[in-house]
């Protein structure tokens, strides 16, 4: 290798020597072509003869490519793809199974992702797959009066404990179902949040876009705390605003919309029962001129954008200090780039690959907290003593459940998200709460993977973190596979013994922090941390109000059968309520007839005749006229059927 050949060498670089003009090569092409890792044991460099240039030969090298970047140089890769032949996950071949998830990975915006740990398990599909198991053992189950206890039954968590509900009928055991639903209370009755400003027109008109007063750096979010969406996201922006109906907010979160693909306009969303209207901007710019007082952007730009829409919102840095990446798969060159600048900046990163985060009563971010039944089961509509930070998305939820259940709830949650290069940390939040004199009591959950562990026991040890803090790290089942298993997101994968889980929880326990044996002890450790809190006085509970009415959307009503809705247009083949109509075998002239007639008059044709289908029909229709001959166009009619005459019908 010609180590003056890449672009960032010239003619006085010769005069730093062999070593550094090495170094300077590698780094660039390790940042030119995205790896991950790179390793190279030996090499050699050598003098060049007569007075030529160095020369360095590479006798051994290893490659770890950051797969998330292959859009971006994925045609430099091809070229040592014929050449190479790239190790697999795990060491292994991918399986059928893997190989076809793969390629849909590769061909959608979402993420695909599948390891196939046991060929020769058995794999339920969530919700129907545990149905079709109950069915399966219905007599063992009753045989030995099994109980059957269902919180949640998946992300559509109504229609899983509709069809569970169901399910313990039919199988005649008894059920029970661990679910707080919202209360039905009047709009008018104690504890039902203020409606706003409401205009005859009955529309909540947002703020005046004033700016709030300064907040401390400990308390990013607050009751007044507006943001901007970037991205067309309607579903997570009328969640957004449930949420805000809930804890009794004056105004909604989400100040305007940013959708740089299109132009102007307005989208519309609820604020409880009233219309809300948010304007939606063409730039970046734009929205922030026009709303002074949003400080946050919540950036739902897909992982090939994000990057380039991330440092566009950074040059406002000076109105923007809060930016959450919920995309997943951004390349991790750029991840590190967008840290490093948000640090130059002082603007804090949520993400990227997070679920948001929630300050209960004040400010949500995306979709954090679950539907909003499970928002208000979590008793997230009002503030609590507990501040936690996790990385998982799925366990966020799972611990808004727990503190709900154990303690006096949730004060504030981040999900940092799953990549190896987050925009924040543990300990970046954890010293946050350490510093607010509302948050009493904190919660680290952590992940198998990484390093970022150590720096919460660091602070511990040196007395940066003095608050009563509950810890622990889960993926202790990562020691039951024979080779390193990733856990779906790319920080999640142990590469050293001090990644593990068993080493972090042993190290944990060493300090003052208090970690269960074991995750099913979680619960417990909170509560009897939160009672001592409350016996000293430092927590102090609060009585509890009334749940708010959040009013359910018409569609979601519907398809969980809690309403009908009768057809304005209802004919005798079809109607507006259900599905396009198919017209199967019968034709377009069949249907028609079917309508016109009540029954069908189209007998069933061989292919060659389909087109006399339609003669047949309008013969029917036109029966008062003298005659009428009908012909078949000769480039087009089939061929002739001697057993149908010839290719034209009098009628």
Not at 13 to 31: F, M, R, V, W
Not at 296 to 306: L, R, Y
Not at 507 to 531: G, H, Q, S, W, Y
Not at 619 to 624: I, T, Y
Request: aromatic content about 8%.
């Amino acid at each position: 290798m010609d180590v003056l050949s890449h672009p960032h060498s010239s003619p006085t670089s010769t005069t730093l020597g062999k070593c550094e003009i090495l170094i300077d090569l590698i780094t660039h092409i390790y940042a030119d072509l995205h790896f991950a890792c790179l390793e190279i044991n030996p090499l050699i460099a050598l003098d060049g003869e007569n007075g030529a240039e160095p020369i360095v030969q590479f006798l051994d090298m290893a490659v770890k490519l950051d797969q998330t970047s292959e859009s971006i140089c994925g045609h430099k890769w091809a070229i040592a793809r014929d050449s190479l032949v790239p190790t697999e996950a795990l060491g292994r071949q991918l399986t059928k199974e893997e190989a076809y998830i793969r390629k849909l990975d590769g061909s959608t915006g979402a993420s695909l992702k599948l390891t196939v740990l046991n060929p020769e398990g058995r794999i339920w599909a969530w919700l129907l797959g545990i149905i079709c198991a109950l069915k399966e053992y219905k007599a063992g189950l009753i045989a030995h009066s099994v109980k059957i206890f269902v919180r949640r039954g998946g992300p559509n968590y109504q229609e899983g404990l509709k069809a569970m509900h169901f399910l313990g009928k039919s199988l005649g055991s008894a059920r029970k179902s661990g679910v707080n639903s919202a209360r039905s209370i009047p709009p008018s009755a104690p504890g039902s949040p203020p409606p706003g400003k409401v205009i005859g027109d009955q529309i909540v008109h947002s703020s005046d876009g004033k700016k709030g007063s300064t907040r401390p750096w400990f308390c990013p979010f607050d009751a007044k705390t507006r943001s901007l969406v970037y991205g067309l996201q309607p579903r997570a922006t009328q969640g957004m605003l449930d949420f805000d109906y809930s804890c009794g907010r004056d105004t909604p979160l989400a100040a305007a919309m940013i959708y740089p693909f299109g132009s102007h306009h307005i989208q519309k969303f609820y604020w409880g029962t009233k219309a809300a209207l948010l304007l939606v901007y063409t730039s970046v710019e734009e929205a922030v001129k026009k709303h002074p007082d949003a400080d946050v952007v919540i950036n739902f730009a897909p992982s090939c954008s994000v990057y380039s829409s991330t440092l566009d919102i950074m040059r406002f840095s000076s109105q923007i200090k809060k930016v959450a990446i919920i995309a997943e798969g951004v390349p991790e060159r750029h991840a590190r780039e967008i840290l490093h600048l948000a640090k130059e900046e002082d603007i804090l990163i949520v993400g990227p690959t997070t679920v948001g985060g929630i300050k209960a009563g004040c400010f949500k971010v995306c979709n954090s907290g679950g539907m909003m039944d499970n928002i208000i089961a979590s008793k997230l509509y009002r503030a609590g003593s507990v501040g936690y930070v996790s990385k998982s998305g799925g366990m966020f939820n799972e611990l808004n459940n727990i503190l709900s259940l154990v303690t006096n709830s949730t004060y504030e949650g981040i999900a940092i998200g799953g990549d190896r290069y987050p925009g924040s940390t543990f300990i970046d939040h954890l010293l946050r709460y350490e510093a607010d004199p509302d948050c009493k009591m904190l919660v680290l959950l952590g992940e198998v993977g990484g390093i970022e562990e150590y720096r919460v026991i660091d602070a511990v040890k040196l007395g940066k973190v003095r608050k009563p803090i509950v810890a622990w790290a889960i993926g202790t089942c990562a020691k039951m596979f024979a080779t390193e298993v990733q856990f779906r997101r790319a920080g999640s994968m142990a590469n050293l013994l001090m990644e593990t889980v068993d080493t972090k929880n042993a190290a944990m326990k060493a300090t003052r922090i208090v970690a269960p044996e074991m995750f099913e002890d979680l619960p417990d450790v909170l509560r009897e941390t939160c009672n001592v809190l409350v016996a000293r006085g430092a927590v102090r509970p609060k009585p509890e109000r009334e749940p708010p009415v959040i009013p359910m959307d018409y569609k979601w009503a519907q398809e969980l059968g809690l309403i009908r809705k009768p057809a304005a247009f209802v004919s005798t083949i079809s109607d507006e309520r259900s599905h396009e109509l198919l017209y199967e075998d019968i034709g377009l002239g069949g249907v028609v007839s079917s309508l016109w007639f009540k029954r069908c008059l189209m007998a069933p044709r061989p292919p060659s005749t389909s087109g006399l289908k339609c003669v047949h029909l309008c013969g029917c229709l036109f029966c008062s006229a003298p005659k009428l001959t009908l012909h078949t166009h000769p480039e087009t009619r089939d061929p002739p059927d001697p057993a149908h005459g010839p290719s034209h019908t009098q009628v």
